[in-house]
């Protein structure tokens, strides 16, 4: 009987193993021949882990890590039933108008039971839609769902199913447990200048992304725009395609200034070399198609990779090669479809620079310029513009003396107008390139903000022109005690004692040295008005709100006056003006306009003889350029005195007789042509004392010390 037994046991497992065999090569052809799904047996659990997650997926319940540092999450997720504009949003979420009790869509069973139409109603009023997070007119509304992972203990089990209510990210859709901690993960959203739409990844070409294993891309969305992002693309030493949100400022303004010298001219041969994302170059293309040849350059094979993709990404084609560039047949783009083409070339930048010619070029490194000065104006075109970017703050801003004295061959200290300082730095470090290849510049603008220093120039052509530029580059005296600086004046004539020229009495009035040698630096104007009016106009064209506030203050800074005086908004019409050998169009005051209006009326005529003589005049007299340098009012206050406001203190400026502006550089800074011994005059008259009766320890003060004090 026991031999007859393991003879039945196994036949039995025979059997057994011969109907599985049959069960996987069913569930093997169905799912080929794609009928129906292959049924497990022996892995229940795992089925119903999968139907439950399956189930949370319909639900619009989406299961995501969760992140202590805050950070944005790579994937790009579709918004959570939670976040909401309006009432009816969660109302919608659950069929109020049928009959029988019903669940909320954002508690679980076991913490809201299923009620009624009315008392359902009034919970999503009272609790899910009065407590929330508000974020650019969308309610990030509480959730009670599992929503969040816990992490595991030490010992490695799982903590209790404990609910913890918690927040949906809207941009990143990160959880978020206190209200106060969402709060500043939107702020430093917002600080890195991350938007609802910088996620949403709604694109018009479906295009698959190659990531590394296990990790996903992210698509952003800047000026009409889609790049995508591989992970860790803020850290450049993790990340090949590096790109930094904070420089869209940056980006906008380099496209005003190419918006502007593609009106002068066209069609624009232009050149980003430094591509990374090429999010800058398929801007160019995708805005000015018609009026520019975008050419994008990278030394890196998965930046090159990377750009390709993007330019698919934004309806665009593609061209890479190291010749010039062919005319397409005509009707090409339009059959295929493409809004433009970008050509794409796997170059290192001073190659390409010393190979081709372009009419603008953009220098955007990480770090340093200085290192393709060189080649960028060895093949620029004649009145082309060349753009440099440095965000070696470091060296900059005197942080690292000597990596500034070893990169630009400048020895400067930390003053109160460090920002202007290292403007007019590389400006000087510009200006000195240009000469060795026989060119001048003209500045057109020079922005330094927190994160880079932006500089744009236009390029002239000939030894005289850099004869001119390299006479603008000069040293400058700076008084250490109470940081009075002159630039040195130009000439051969050797002095005896340097501070004399200086309009501050410190040196005699202290034993020592008192003043120090900064340089060389560019001693020029920073901006050119013309330049920033049609700037300020292509903003405005293009609908960029972020740098229009910006312009319209390096405006007035380059003519020394207030917004106040300086009216941006009046009807103005444009006379014809030759601008470096360029005829352009600058806007001409209405009271101009009206003066001659009226005098043609009265039929005043004038002779052949004074019209020579007023444009002799004209052009015997230059354009008044902007004092350089500037003033902190809170570096020069009085202690124990109050400042009047900055508007007022520039104000009686000038009332005072002085020209008087902000400036970009420091929000507290006062651009003026007055000393400093001018300067604290005037706010000393306008200041008041800090102290009263009641601040004086409870002790009445006499009306005669009183009335002295304030004498």
């Not at 005003?256 to 593609?262: E, G, R």
């Not at 800058?280 to 520019?292: E, I, N, T």
């Not at 009016?533 to 740098?547: C, N, P, T």
């Not at 052009?619 to 020069?636: A, D, G, L, Q």
Request: with cysteine; glycine share 6%; proline share 4%.
């Amino acid at each position: 009987p026991g031999f007859s037994k393991m003879a039945e046991l196994k036949e039995g497992d025979a059997l057994q193993l011969h109907q599985e065999d049959v069960d996987a090569n069913r569930a093997s052809s169905e799912s080929r021949s794609g009928e129906g799904e292959a049924e497990e047996v022996k892995c229940e659990q795992d089925e119903n882990a999968t139907s439950a997650s399956g189930d949370a997926h319909d639900s619009g319940v989406s299961k995501e890590p969760e992140l202590d540092n805050g950070e944005a999450s790579a994937s790009c997720t579709e918004r959570h039933i939670s976040i909401q504009t309006q009432l009816q949003g969660l109302e919608k979420l659950v069929d109020l108008k049928g009959a029988g009790r019903k669940a909320c869509p954002l508690c679980p069973e076991e913490k809201f039971k299923a009620c009624y139409n009315h008392k359902l109603r009034r919970h999503l009023q009272n609790l899910h839609w009065k407590v929330y997070v508000e974020f650019e007119g969308h309610r990030m509304c509480i959730c009670h769902l599992p929503c969040r992972q816990l992490k595991p203990n030490l010992n490695g089990d799982q903590p209790s199913s404990r609910l913890v209510a918690h927040y949906h990210c809207i941009v990143c859709s990160v959880t978020i447990a206190r209200k106060t901690d969402m709060v500043s993960h939107l702020k430093r959203h917002v600080n890195k200048g991350e938007t609802e739409a910088s996620y949403t990844g709604e694109t018009d070409v479906p295009i698959e992304i190659k990531a590394p294993a296990g990790q996903s891309c992210e698509i952003m969305k800047e000026l009409g725009t889609n790049v995508q992002l591989l992970p860790n693309y803020s850290t450049p030493q993790k990340s090949d395609t590096y790109f930094n949100r904070k420089m869209k400022v940056n980006r906008q303004l380099v496209f005003c200034s190419l918006a502007v010298l593609a009106e002068e001219r066209n069609p624009l041969e232009c050149l980003d070399a430094f591509g990374a994302t090429g999010i800058m170059g398929l801007q160019w293309a995708k805005h000015l198609s018609s009026a520019v040849k975008v050419t994008i350059s990278d030394i890196n094979e998965t930046c090159v990779k990377m750009i390709r993709e993007n330019c698919h990404l934004n309806h665009m084609r593609a061209e890479g090669g190291r010749g010039p560039r062919h005319a397409d047949p005509e009707g090409t783009e339009e059959e295929e479809g493409h809004v433009a083409s970008v050509e794409i070339i796997k170059m290192d930048a001073n190659v390409i620079m010393h190979l081709r010619s372009f009419d603008y070029i953009h220098l955007d490194p990480f770090g340093t310029a200085v290192n393709y000065l060189d080649a960028a104006f060895r093949n620029v075109r004649n009145l082309g513009i060349v753009s440099v970017t440095s965000t070696d703050t470091g060296s900059l801003y005197s942080k690292a003396l000597n990596m500034t004295l070893r990169h630009y061959g400048c020895h400067i200290v930390r003053t109160e107008y460090y920002k202007e300082l290292a403007a007019r730095m590389v400006l000087a470090s510009v200006a000195r390139a240009a000469a060795r290849c026989n060119k001048g510049i003209e500045v057109l603008l020079a922005v330094a903000l927190e994160h880079f220093l932006l500089v744009v120039v236009r390029v002239l052509r000939g030894p005289t022109q850099a004869d001119e530029s390299a006479k603008k580059i000069r040293q400058l005296i700076h008084c250490q005690w109470c940081e009075e600086r002159v630039f040195l004046k130009a000439g051969s004539m050797v002095e005896e004692n340097l501070y004399r020229q200086l309009p501050c009495n410190c040196h005699e009035s202290m034993p020592g040295k008192t003043a120090v040698e900064l340089g060389p630096l560019w001693a020029g104007p920073l901006f050119n008005t013309g330049f920033l009016r049609r700037m300020l106009f292509e903003a405005v064209q293009h609908g960029m709100d972020d740098i229009q506030a910006l312009v319209k203050t390096l405006l007035c800074e380059s003519e020394c006056t207030t917004l106040k005086q300086f009216s941006i908004t009046s009807p103005l019409k444009h006379i014809n003006q030759e601008e470096c050998g360029v005829f352009i169009q600058i806007s001409q005051r209405p009271e101009d306009t009206a003066t001659a209006e009226q005098s043609a009326m009265q039929g005043k005529r004038k002779t052949n003889e004074e019209t020579g003589n007023m444009l002799k005049r004209q052009k015997s007299e230059p354009p008044m350029e902007h004092p350089p340098f500037y003033y902190s009012i809170h570096r020069h206050s009085i202690r124990g005195m109050n400042m009047p406001k900055l508007n007022k203190f520039l104000q009686y400026l000038t009332e005072a007789g002085f020209r008087v502006s902000r400036t970009h550089f420091d929000p507290t800074g006062v651009r003026t042509d007055a000393t400093l011994a001018q300067f604290k005059s005037v706010l000393t008259q306008y200041s008041v004392p800090t102290y009263t009766a009641g601040q004086t320890g409870g002790h009445s003060v006499g009306t005669d010390e009183g009335n002295w004090k304030v004498e």
